[in-house]
């Protein structure tokens, strides 16, 4: 289901235009007003501030707790600057405890509206950097509806592929239809000269009886024949037999769509943030919905710009909501209620119960890349067995992978000697006894 | 989207008189499908060219085409934690130091769990923590996921709220407070300081409340005799280590006498390194482990051992106390003078439950001013006093008792007068029991409470003076269950918990240490402990002892057996299959007789057909309550004119069917005296036995089990007690060691983990057997499948017997032989010379045989037999000596198991898990959650044998890659060699100098077993030594 997709269509030059219309038509700083981006551009009426410094100021200060359009922690923050005067603004940013102990009526009824929760003091930021975030605070919200209007331009573009493709199979097409009629043309051709020069074509025996009787008649076209069919067929049974349980590239629907697109790849998250038992444990672990929350308490819907032609923004936020209950987040009210669902993730790696993997040997010990047995997980979207897992990929990397023996000193005296033994500098897995039946089957 | 349109299938349903829509609307189809036509035309059927046959194979063809297209992995689920508990990682195991104390075992433990569930019992190795974990608290894991457990407090069998019990059970205080009469609460021996300060506090809350404590197998006696003398109902705590002579009269020290947990102190002194060892010598009627430990054991009835003590007191004290006249009149002497000339190095013990003998040991230590008595500790395991539970039972046949509080107590089993509680029980009022199963007692009472299992609770004990454990639960409780404590406060009208109560109870225990660290270590010492003196009537004791009456029948003494004590876990399946160390029965008690009464009463064991072990049946009658078809078994050893019976069998309520074994000894414990006179009689039939080895004798076979004693091992060459095999090689005669078919390979790079099993130090006692059953997910495949030689463990304790006195002399007579003397064999003459009837003599054990322990694992052969042998290369040998098992590429030829000179294979002739056929605990959900993670659980049709614990040295070894830094000495262990409370199993890597294993290994006392066969054992025994 691909619904975001490329960007200029006529829907869009519709909708952009529409926009214009809306903005040009209704009070400039309405807080609803849907307006298109570039408006944002203008110098905002609440005075003097450097709204691009704001935002900088914003996201290192304030975003954790608040957001521009929605509640969080905090209230929302757009257009903040109408509600109150500038000189409260000031004091409240300061040291807001302060101001809800003197007892300001407003102080008060902000702190209860947001369930008690103290606002940290920022008595480091100025007054010119306060005017920045909130001439950042006051820049209208960009246009909404952006997104469908790529869905349609994004249907079309998927057509327009298709369509290339087509015009290729049809140039093969008629290149096959030209080709066949030359082929009959020089035929016809040919009989006609033969006609004419007297030759008698002679009517040999062409029915497929006569075919086979002349092959069964030749022992030795027999015989390799069915050679060669058992031979081929002993090798199609034998890759089937072998595939048998092999779930490579398995990649089963998960009920929630994680992707580690977005958080290894474009947010760089370290594997190990998440998979922390891999260091220390035989289980890499699936992180529990508490690391999760560790980031998502705060981000609760993905930026505009992390949506793809597959997946939508809505989409994505849907699945972030998933989280929400499954750990029992409530967004208004940025309170836990205490209803939790497990989340049941289909395992991707199976490996059978005979065979004792150990991550943190691995990871910790040997230091191998995550990627290296996974894949490149930060470019998958879902999630998939990237590896065959058979006991002869263990075996051959056991072979080819030397032992980090580098500053461990477990491996320091064995490593001499056996490395003395085996006339080597630099000892395989293998050799270091890591083929043996024992080290992963008991 | 709903709607309200009517859809017509024809345009005859317009025609509501239609009789075809009518018929449409009842019937499916409007015409009857005509099956009788079709089923009842036989010609048809019969001339049908698909025959049954062919059915079959079609339904074959396609049951084999569709297994094909199922040839996809089933979809497994991976449910995180929502949010993870900060010290649990998936896959890493954790440890908590707690206390198990069921008022029978008791013992300083280390709970291994995994992802939350306790999965193994190890030893607290912590200074102070002296009490190591025998067979059956290592198996206690599994009781905590027995399905049968009580799950739901029950109020009149209906399940009940915890509110509703609570508010009863106080309504019925109140009423019993108005009404002025009994309240009594009824526990087990409690040893916990919070707990007995709670029940205090209660009988203050309700006048007419008291407290009995009863022990369901009664140590009455020595209470009785350590209270007059000490004026503290406790019993001695002996440091037997401290010990050069240790008579023992009818004291099984080594089993559980007084609590047992004295293995390890004897052990100590057991071990001739510095060319010493302690002096052994036991009087008993029963075989036990005590005897079979033994330097020298003299088998005589109980009455002649109240003669025999009286004598060493005489002997002792310079008195002169008439005695009666007993065989071993010699013996008893040579001991006494033996013990006197020891003087503070000697020690008696007494196992007689009568007050005067018990006050004989008191007198005897003194005068020895043993120091093994003087410096001993005192105990507070056992603590019932059985006249109050008397007198309990007659209050409440008077109907003088109005509520009863039962914990930890199952009176309606344990109690020889049951009959008599149990009309008492319909007198109370209210009576409720906390119990953890819907036991004999919890049937019958008013209500019954669920409480949690120990792994479960919050607790703390005094086990002995000067110490301070305390119990911490190491999993959320599994069912709804509440502690008796926990219901004691809020009767009390506390709103604390019971853990709050602990803790604010604990610091005047603590002796300054912090409450976390003695959480974390589970125990605090906070004294040495000195006895005080005391003295009593002495002489008195020993006149009344010496004129104590002889049984007029048979003496009949109860005993517990090491896997079963005192009943209490008797569902679960690890003890059950356990083989008793003597007479290595599972799954049964039985009644033990000497083979002269045997021969008397015409009592026989035979060995069926299958292998299989039978005896006869008798019927046991004492004061008038007869035991019916009682198994028996012809015990060598077994003092004449004496029967040996085990305590704990003969359950049935909240029981599995197949663990309903045994008969109820505790019908004939009358008056808690294990001391009963009996009349026995044959019953007709066989019972049939699930033994695991026969009664039989080690036949002279001195290269397997080798004995020496301390004189030789102290003066002659280790080559003379210790000597090499020899074989020929080139019509020579050389040591077998030197000669191989094979090249070695070089063992001196990594590890090389090799095992040595001191016989000196091992008492037999099962805790690495269970130990091992429990760490590599042993099946238990039940009572038939052991009877066929089924059974699965990896690790076994044989147990030999000698023909003649002892070991030696058997090895003597054999070589001895002259000829075959085919004549004397056929004339079956017993002084036959020849070898023909010698072997049949050697067969059979003496009356009095000597007794030896070995236990046998997997040997872990260099040279592995087995190896050689396997056609798919399932079975390898490791560069770390282990001899590897691939389960997964074996596919059950047997041919190792054939080859294995040691018989240490065992062969999964079924799917033992999830199987109906074997309802044991890999059977249920529950019972599963004690399996290992780490350990493959193995199915139908491979072989398997014991690992080395790969698992638990692969561990060790990554923990110390992960920390960058060798492995230390002795860091390796295996569940055997850790839950080994005596030392004599030490595991470790020999290429690591400064182990321990290193240095055993090249003891002059080390062999290996069947060293002639050359197969180069990684496993290494230590030569028993007797100082006799």
Same mark, same amino acid.
């Given at each position: 289901?691909?619904?975001?997709?490329?960007?200029?269509?006529?829907?869009?030059?519709?909708?952009?235009?529409?926009?214009?219309?809306?903005?040009?038509?209704?009070?400039?700083?309405?807080?609803?007003?849907? @307006? %298109? +981006?570039?408006?944002? /551009?203008?110098?905002? #009426?609440?005075? *003097?501030?450097? !709204?691009? =410094?704001?935002?900088?100021?914003?996201?290192?200060?304030?975003?954790?707790?608040?957001?521009?359009?929605?509640?969080?922690?905090?209230?929302?923050?757009?257009?903040?600057?109408?509600?109150?005067?500038?000189?409260?603004?000031?004091?409240?940013?300061?040291?807001?405890?302060?101001?809800?102990?003197?007892?300001?009526?407003?102080?008060?009824?902000?702190?209860?509206?947001?369930?008690?929760?103290?606002?940290?003091?920022?008595?480091?930021?100025?007054?010119?950097?306060?005017?920045?975030?909130?001439?950042?605070?006051?820049?209208? @919200? %960009? +246009?909404?509806?952006? /997104?469908?209007?790529? #869905?349609?331009? *994004?249907?079309? !573009?998927? =057509?327009?592929?298709?369509?290339?493709?087509?015009?290729?199979?049809?140039?093969?097409?008629?290149?096959?239809?030209?080709?066949?009629?030359?082929?009959?043309?020089?035929?016809?051709?040919?009989?006609?000269?033969?006609?004419?020069?007297?030759?008698?074509?002679?009517?040999?025996?062409?029915?497929?009886?006569?075919?086979?009787?002349?092959?069964?008649?030749?022992?030795?076209?027999?015989?390799?024949?069915?050679?060669?069919?058992?031979?081929?067929?002993?090798?199609?049974?034998?890759?089937?037999?072998?595939?048998?349980?092999?779930?490579?590239?398995?990649?089963?629907?998960?009920?929630?769509?994680?992707?580690?697109?977005?958080?290894?790849?474009?947010?760089?998250?370290?594997?190990?943030?998440?998979?922390?038992?891999?260091?220390?444990?035989?289980?890499?672990?699936?992180?529990?919905?508490?690391?999760?929350?560790?980031?998502?308490?705060?981000?609760?819907?993905?930026?505009?710009?992390?949506?793809?032609?597959?997946?939508?923004?809505?989409?994505?936020?849907?699945?972030?909501?998933?989280?929400?209950?499954?750990?029992?987040?409530?967004?208004?009210?940025?309170?836990?209620?205490?209803?939790?669902?497990?989340?049941?993730?289909?395992?991707?790696?199976?490996?059978?119960?005979?065979?004792?993997?150990?991550?943190?040997?691995?990871?910790?010990?040997?230091?191998?890349?995550?990627?290296?047995?996974?894949?490149?997980?930060?470019?998958?979207?879902?999630?998939?067995?990237?590896?065959?897992?058979?006991?002869?990929?263990?075996?051959?990397?056991?072979?080819?992978?030397?032992?980090?023996?580098?500053?461990?000193?477990?491996?320091?005296?064995?490593?001499?000697?056996?490395?003395?033994?085996?006339?080597?500098?630099?000892?395989?897995?293998?050799?270091?006894?890591?083929?043996?039946?024992?080290?992963?089957?008991? | 989207?709903?709607?309200?349109?009517?859809?017509?299938?024809?345009?005859?349903?317009?025609?509501?008189?239609?009789?075809?829509?009518?018929?449409?609307?009842?019937?499916?189809?409007?015409?009857?499908?005509?099956?009788?036509?079709?089923?009842?035309?036989?010609?048809?059927?019969?001339?049908?060219?698909?025959?049954?046959?062919?059915?079959?194979?079609?339904?074959?063809?396609?049951?084999?085409?569709?297994?094909?297209?199922?040839?996809?992995?089933?979809?497994?689920?991976?449910?995180?934690?929502?949010?993870?508990?900060?010290?649990?990682?998936?896959?890493?195991?954790?440890?908590?130091?707690?206390?198990?104390?069921?008022?029978?075992?008791?013992?300083?433990?280390?709970?291994?769990?995994?992802?939350?569930?306790?999965?193994?019992?190890?030893?607290?190795?912590?200074?102070?923590?002296?009490?190591?974990?025998?067979?059956?608290?290592?198996?206690?894991?599994?009781?905590?996921?027995?399905?049968?457990?009580?799950?739901?407090?029950?109020?009149?069998?209906?399940?009940?709220?915890?509110?509703?019990?609570?508010?009863?059970?106080?309504?019925?205080?109140?009423?019993?407070?108005?009404?002025?009469?009994?309240?009594?609460?009824?526990?087990?021996?409690?040893?916990?300081?919070?707990?007995?300060?709670?029940?205090?506090?209660?009988?203050?809350?309700?006048?007419?409340?008291?407290?009995?404590?009863?022990?369901?197998?009664?140590?009455?006696?020595?209470?009785?005799?350590?209270?007059?003398?000490?004026?503290?109902?406790?019993?001695?705590?002996?440091?037997?280590?401290?010990?050069?002579?240790?008579?023992?009269?009818?004291?099984?020290?080594?089993?559980?006498?007084?609590?047992?947990?004295?293995?390890?102190?004897?052990?100590?002194?057991?071990?001739?390194?510095?060319?010493?060892?302690?002096?052994?010598?036991?009087?008993?009627?029963?075989?036990?482990?005590?005897?079979?430990?033994?330097?020298?054991?003299?088998?005589?009835?109980?009455?002649?051992?109240?003669?025999?003590?009286?004598?060493?007191?005489?002997?002792?004290?310079?008195?002169?106390?008439?005695?009666?006249?007993?065989?071993?009149?010699?013996?008893?002497?040579?001991?006494?003078?033996?013990?006197?000339?020891?003087?503070?190095?000697?020690?008696?013990?007494?196992?007689?439950?009568?007050?005067?003998?018990?006050?004989?040991?008191?007198?005897?230590?003194?005068?020895?001013?043993?120091?093994?008595?003087?410096?001993?500790?005192?105990?507070?395991?056992?603590?019932?006093?059985?006249?109050?539970?008397?007198?309990?039972?007659?209050?409440?046949?008077?109907?003088?008792?109005?509520?009863?509080?039962?914990?930890?107590?199952?009176?309606?089993?344990?109690?020889?007068?049951?009959?008599?509680?149990?009309?008492?029980?319909?007198?109370?009022?209210?009576?409720?029991?906390?119990?953890?199963?819907?036991?004999?007692?919890?049937?019958?009472?008013?209500?019954?409470?669920?409480?949690?299992?120990?792994?479960?609770?919050?607790?703390?004990?005094?086990?002995?003076?000067?110490?301070?454990?305390?119990?911490?639960?190491?999993?959320?409780?599994?069912?709804?269950?509440?502690?008796?404590?926990?219901?004691?406060?809020?009767?009390?009208?506390?709103?604390?918990?019971?853990?709050?109560?602990?803790?604010?109870?604990?610091?005047?225990?603590?002796?300054?240490?912090?409450?976390?660290?003695?959480?974390?270590?589970?125990?605090?010492?906070?004294?040495?402990?000195?006895?005080?003196?005391?003295?009593?009537?002495?002489?008195?004791?020993?006149?009344?002892?010496?004129?104590?009456?002889?049984?007029?029948?048979?003496?009949?003494?109860?005993?517990?057996?090491?896997?079963?004590?005192?009943?209490?876990?008797?569902?679960?399946?690890?003890?059950?299959?356990?083989?008793?160390?003597?007479?290595?029965?599972?799954?049964?008690?039985?009644?033990?007789?000497?083979?002269?009464?045997?021969?008397?009463?015409?009592?026989?064991?035979?060995?069926?057909?299958?292998?299989?072990?039978?005896?006869?049946?008798?019927?046991?009658?004492?004061?008038?309550?007869?035991?019916?078809?009682?198994?028996?078994?012809?015990?060598?050893?077994?003092?004449?004119?004496?029967?040996?019976?085990?305590?704990?069998?003969?359950?049935?309520?909240?029981?599995?069917?197949?663990?309903?074994?045994?008969?109820?000894?505790?019908?004939?414990?009358?008056?808690?005296?294990?001391?009963?006179?009996?009349?026995?009689?044959?019953?007709?039939?066989?019972?049939?036995?699930?033994?695991?080895?026969?009664?039989?004798?080690?036949?002279?076979?001195?290269?397997?089990?080798?004995?020496?004693?301390?004189?030789?091992?102290?003066?002659?060459?280790?080559?003379?007690?210790?000597?090499?095999?020899?074989?020929?090689?080139?019509?020579?005669?050389?040591?077998?060691?030197?000669?191989?078919?094979?090249?070695?390979?070089?063992?001196?790079?990594?590890?090389?983990?090799?095992?040595?099993?001191?016989?000196?130090?091992?008492?037999?006692?099962?805790?690495?057997?269970?130990?091992?059953?429990?760490?590599?997910?042993?099946?238990?495949?039940?009572?038939?499948?052991?009877?066929?030689?089924?059974?699965?463990?990896?690790?076994?304790?044989?147990?030999?017997?000698?023909?003649?006195?002892?070991?030696?002399?058997?090895?003597?007579?054999?070589?001895?032989?002259?000829?075959?003397?085919?004549?004397?064999?056929?004339?079956?003459?017993?002084?036959?010379?020849?070898?023909?009837?010698?072997?049949?003599?050697?067969?059979?054990?003496?009356?009095?045989?000597?007794?030896?322990?070995?236990?046998?694992?997997?040997?872990?052969?260099?040279?592995?037999?087995?190896?050689?042998?396997?056609?798919?290369?399932?079975?390898?040998?490791?560069?770390?000596?282990?001899?590897?098992?691939?389960?997964?590429?074996?596919?059950?030829?047997?041919?190792?198991?054939?080859?294995?000179?040691?018989?240490?294979?065992?062969?999964?002739?079924?799917?033992?898990?999830?199987?109906?056929?074997?309802?044991?605990?890999?059977?249920?959900?529950?019972?599963?959650?004690?399996?290992?993670?780490?350990?493959?659980?193995?199915?139908?049709?491979?072989?398997?044998?014991?690992?080395?614990?790969?698992?638990?040295?692969?561990?060790?070894?990554?923990?110390?890659?992960?920390?960058?830094?060798?492995?230390?000495?002795?860091?390796?262990?295996?569940?055997?060699?850790?839950?080994?409370?005596?030392?004599?199993?030490?595991?470790?890597?020999?290429?690591?100098?400064?182990?321990?294993?290193?240095?055993?290994?090249?003891?002059?006392?080390?062999?290996?077993?069947?060293?002639?066969?050359?197969?180069?054992?990684?496993?290494?025994?230590?030569?028993?030594?007797?100082?006799?």
């Amino acid at each position: 289901m691909k619904k975001v997709g490329n960007h200029s269509s006529i829907s869009r030059i519709y909708l952009l235009s529409l926009a214009f219309l809306l903005v040009f038509s209704l009070p400039v700083f309405a807080q609803d007003a849907a @307006a %298109p +981006k570039d408006a944002a /551009a203008m110098p905002a #009426a609440t005075g *003097g501030g450097d !709204a691009a =410094k704001g935002k900088e100021l914003f996201n290192a200060n304030c975003a954790a707790c608040h957001n521009l359009d929605k509640k969080m922690t905090g209230p929302a923050l757009r257009g903040v600057a109408e509600k109150y005067d500038k000189a409260w603004i000031y004091k409240w940013v300061n040291n807001s405890s302060a101001l809800i102990k003197s007892g300001d009526a407003k102080a008060v009824k902000v702190f209860e509206e947001n369930n008690k929760v103290v606002m940290t003091a920022f008595p480091q930021l100025t007054t010119a950097d306060i005017d920045n975030i909130l001439a950042y605070t006051s820049e209208p @919200a %960009p +246009k909404a509806e952006v /997104a469908p209007a790529g #869905a349609v331009a *994004g249907a079309g !573009a998927e =057509k327009s592929e298709g369509v290339s493709n087509d015009v290729i199979l049809g140039v093969l097409v008629l290149v096959m239809g030209v080709l066949i009629t030359m082929l009959y043309l020089v035929y016809n051709m040919l009989s006609r000269i033969a006609l004419s020069k007297g030759l008698e074509l002679t009517a040999t025996d062409r029915s497929i009886q006569s075919v086979c009787q002349a092959f069964v008649k030749n022992q030795f076209l027999v015989l390799v024949s069915v050679i060669m069919l058992m031979l081929i067929s002993a090798y199609f049974v034998y890759g089937y037999l072998m595939q048998i349980g092999v779930d490579q590239d398995y990649e089963p629907v998960q009920p929630i769509h994680y992707s580690h697109r977005i958080h290894a790849g474009s947010n760089g998250i370290d594997c190990k943030y998440c998979h922390s038992a891999a260091r220390v444990s035989k289980n890499a672990g699936i992180p529990s919905l508490n690391v999760c929350m560790n980031c998502h308490k705060n981000i609760a819907e993905v930026a505009d710009t992390t949506a793809t032609p597959e997946h939508s923004k809505a989409f994505y936020d849907g699945e972030i909501q998933k989280l929400y209950d499954a750990v029992g987040w409530d967004r208004t009210l940025q309170k836990y209620t205490g209803k939790t669902q497990p989340v049941k993730w289909v395992r991707i790696h199976n490996l059978p119960d005979f065979a004792y993997f150990n991550h943190s040997q691995h990871v910790t010990v040997a230091g191998v890349e995550c990627q290296k047995c996974h894949g490149p997980v930060q470019t998958y979207e879902v999630m998939k067995q990237f590896a065959p897992l058979t006991m002869g990929w263990c075996v051959n990397c056991h072979r080819e992978t030397n032992v980090k023996v580098e500053g461990n000193g477990y491996y320091e005296k064995i490593h001499k000697e056996l490395s003395k033994k085996y006339g080597v500098d630099k000892l395989t897995a293998a050799q270091m006894g890591g083929l043996e039946c024992g080290k992963c089957h008991y | 989207m709903s709607s309200n349109k009517k859809y017509w299938k024809s345009v005859e349903e317009l025609n509501e008189n239609n009789s075809i829509v009518e018929a449409l609307r009842n019937n499916e189809f409007v015409e009857e499908i005509p099956t009788d036509e079709f089923l009842g035309d036989k010609d048809t059927l019969s001339s049908s060219s698909t025959t049954r046959r062919d059915f079959l194979k079609y339904v074959g063809f396609t049951t084999a085409a569709a297994t094909l297209a199922a040839c996809e992995g089933p979809v497994h689920k991976s449910i995180p934690y929502v949010v993870q508990p900060e010290q649990v990682i998936p896959g890493v195991a954790d440890y908590y130091a707690t206390t198990m104390f069921d008022g029978f075992d008791f013992a300083n433990i280390l709970v291994r769990t995994r992802e939350g569930r306790p999965i193994r019992i190890e030893n607290n190795t912590l200074e102070g923590a002296k009490f190591s974990a025998n067979a059956r608290v290592i198996a206690s894991v599994l009781s905590l996921y027995d399905n049968m457990r009580l799950k739901f407090p029950k109020i009149g069998n209906e399940s009940a709220q915890w509110n509703d019990v609570n508010q009863k059970i106080q309504q019925s205080l109140a009423d019993a407070k108005a009404k002025g009469k009994q309240v009594v609460v009824l526990t087990n021996t409690l040893a916990s300081p919070s707990t007995e300060k709670l029940i205090a506090e209660f009988v203050a809350k309700n006048p007419t409340a008291k407290h009995v404590v009863y022990d369901s197998v009664s140590e009455s006696a020595a209470l009785d005799a350590f209270e007059s003398v000490y004026g503290e109902r406790a019993l001695l705590d002996y440091d037997f280590s401290k010990a050069g002579t240790i008579v023992s009269v009818g004291a099984d020290f080594l089993g559980d006498w007084q609590g047992g947990g004295y293995n390890s102190s004897y052990a100590k002194g057991r071990i001739p390194q510095t060319g010493q060892m302690s002096k052994h010598i036991q009087f008993e009627s029963n075989m036990t482990l005590t005897g079979a430990a033994a330097d020298k054991r003299v088998p005589i009835s109980v009455y002649a051992q109240k003669q025999a003590l009286v004598k060493i007191f005489n002997i002792i004290t310079n008195s002169s106390i008439p005695t009666g006249k007993i065989d071993n009149e010699a013996e008893v002497v040579k001991a006494a003078n033996q013990l006197k000339d020891s003087k503070n190095k000697g020690l008696l013990v007494c196992g007689i439950q009568d007050k005067n003998a018990q006050l004989l040991v008191f007198a005897i230590n003194q005068v020895l001013t043993s120091e093994a008595f003087m410096a001993a500790g005192v105990r507070y395991t056992r603590k019932g006093s059985d006249a109050k539970v008397a007198e309990l039972v007659k209050d409440m046949n008077a109907g003088n008792v109005h509520t009863l509080i039962m914990s930890g107590v199952n009176p309606l089993y344990t109690l020889s007068n049951a009959k008599a509680f149990e009309t008492g029980l319909s007198k109370v009022t209210t009576s409720v029991a906390f119990t953890q199963k819907f036991d004999e007692t919890a049937e019958k009472v008013t209500i019954a409470a669920a409480t949690p299992h120990y792994l479960e609770s919050w607790n703390d004990y005094v086990l002995t003076k000067g110490t301070y454990s305390i119990a911490q639960p190491t999993i959320r409780p599994l069912f709804n269950t509440k502690q008796f404590q926990d219901c004691l406060l809020v009767w009390n009208g506390s709103p604390l918990t019971y853990y709050d109560y602990i803790k604010a109870n604990a610091s005047s225990y603590l002796n300054g240490t912090s409450w976390n660290k003695a959480v974390h270590d589970g125990l605090v010492v906070t004294s040495d402990s000195v006895l005080a003196s005391g003295t009593a009537d002495y002489s008195g004791a020993a006149t009344q002892l010496a004129q104590s009456a002889n049984a007029k029948n048979f003496e009949l003494l109860l005993y517990t057996k090491t896997g079963m004590g005192d009943g209490q876990q008797a569902n679960n399946p690890w003890l059950q299959e356990f083989p008793d160390p003597i007479t290595r029965v599972s799954w049964d008690n039985y009644v033990t007789v000497s083979k002269a009464d045997a021969e008397k009463l015409k009592l026989e064991n035979t060995i069926a057909d299958n292998g299989g072990l039978d005896g006869s049946y008798v019927n046991i009658s004492v004061n008038g309550v007869k035991l019916e078809n009682v198994p028996v078994i012809v015990q060598p050893g077994q003092a004449k004119g004496t029967l040996g019976l085990a305590l704990g069998y003969g359950r049935k309520a909240s029981m599995k069917e197949e663990m309903q074994v045994g008969v109820n000894a505790y019908s004939v414990y009358f008056n808690a005296s294990s001391l009963q006179d009996a009349t026995i009689e044959k019953a007709s039939g066989k019972h049939e036995f699930a033994c695991v080895q026969s009664q039989k004798t080690l036949m002279g076979r001195g290269d397997i089990l080798k004995e020496t004693t301390l004189a030789d091992y102290n003066k002659k060459d280790a080559k003379e007690w210790n000597p090499q095999p020899m074989v020929s090689l080139d019509h020579k005669e050389v040591e077998a060691t030197t000669v191989d078919l094979w090249e070695s390979f070089d063992r001196t790079t990594g590890h090389h983990f090799n095992l040595s099993i001191d016989l000196n130090a091992c008492t037999g006692c099962g805790a690495c057997v269970i130990a091992c059953h429990a760490e590599n997910n042993v099946p238990v495949v039940g009572k038939t499948e052991v009877r066929r030689s089924r059974d699965m463990h990896w690790l076994r304790i044989d147990r030999y017997y000698s023909s003649e006195d002892t070991f030696a002399a058997d090895v003597e007579k054999k070589e001895n032989f002259d000829g075959l003397d085919l004549t004397g064999f056929l004339a079956g003459n017993e002084d036959t010379k020849g070898s023909l009837g010698g072997f049949r003599q050697l067969e059979h054990p003496a009356d009095n045989p000597q007794v030896s322990f070995q236990p046998v694992m997997c040997q872990h052969c260099n040279h592995a037999p087995c190896e050689t042998v396997c056609p798919v290369a399932a079975t390898s040998h490791g560069r770390q000596g282990q001899n590897h098992m691939a389960y997964n590429r074996c596919v059950g030829t047997r041919y190792c198991a054939n080859n294995c000179p040691y018989k240490v294979r065992r062969f999964n002739w079924f799917l033992y898990n999830n199987n109906d056929e074997f309802d044991f605990h890999m059977n249920d959900d529950l019972g599963r959650m004690v399996i290992n993670p780490d350990v493959n659980v193995r199915s139908r049709g491979v072989m398997e044998k014991c690992s080395m614990c790969i698992q638990m040295t692969q561990a060790t070894i990554l923990k110390a890659k992960r920390e960058g830094r060798p492995v230390n000495a002795d860091e390796f262990q295996t569940a055997c060699s850790s839950a080994c409370s005596t030392g004599a199993m030490v595991f470790g890597d020999v290429n690591n100098k400064d182990s321990q294993i290193t240095k055993v290994v090249a003891d002059k006392r080390a062999y290996h077993l069947l060293e002639h066969v050359g197969t180069k054992p990684n496993v290494v025994y230590q030569v028993k030594v007797r100082n006799s």
